[in-house]
């Protein structure tokens, strides 16, 4: 791009796959809500679509699996998609249930998380194109493991991780990760 003028060089930065405009990427519990206020939360923020990053998008909680979940959002003007490859695998979630160790599920999650490049690509390449969601159970993000698949997206996209729930939309604060 040696002696491109600035306007052809950002023209040719956005045409690559190296460019991505700086987003929101927002991540979403919904632990404690009903579905309306849920809803709400989501078209208060401009979300146009929630990709849930539940390993198995099942709950006892009614209409949060994945077809009552994606009718309800669809209703909403809300699309819907299931990223299986960025859920937390049964074998990490089994073993904090069983120790309580938030370092080692961190460190053993962000080991998983490292193998999925392909999906978190993907999912950047989305939020760059329309406002995004990530869903999980927990209502405080700090320990949910869907900040950790939003912090790989803002890394290879230049986004901004922001948190929605019963306090608004709150910037992320960065935790330190496991060693």
């Not at 700086?22 to 809500?33: H, M, P, W």
Request: charged residues 20%.
């Amino acid at each position: 791009m040696a002696g491109a003028t600035w306007p052809a060089a950002v023209a040719a930065l956005k045409s690559s796959n190296a460019y991505f405009r700086i987003v929101n990427i927002y991540t979403v519990g919904y632990e404690g809500q009903e579905l309306e206020g849920f809803l709400r939360q989501l078209r208060r923020a401009g979300v146009r679509l929630l990709v849930d990053v539940r390993d198995l998008p099942l709950s006892r909680k009614r209409g949060f699996s994945k077809t009552a979940l994606a009718e309800a959002l669809g209703g909403a003007g809300i699309a819907y998609l299931h990223i299986r490859s960025l859920g937390c695998p049964k074998a990490i979630r089994d073993q904090y249930r069983a120790d309580g160790d938030w370092k080692a599920y961190t460190a053993a999650f962000l080991k998983h998380l490292q193998k999925q490049p392909e999906a978190v690509r993907r999912l950047a390449d989305l939020c760059g194109k329309q406002p995004v969601a990530l869903l999980c159970y927990e209502a405080d993000a700090s320990l949910c493991h869907r900040t950790y698949v939003a912090r790989a997206v803002a890394a290879v996209s230049a986004g901004h991780v922001m948190h929605i729930g019963a306090a608004g939309i709150t910037p992320d604060r960065t935790m330190p990760a496991a060693a």
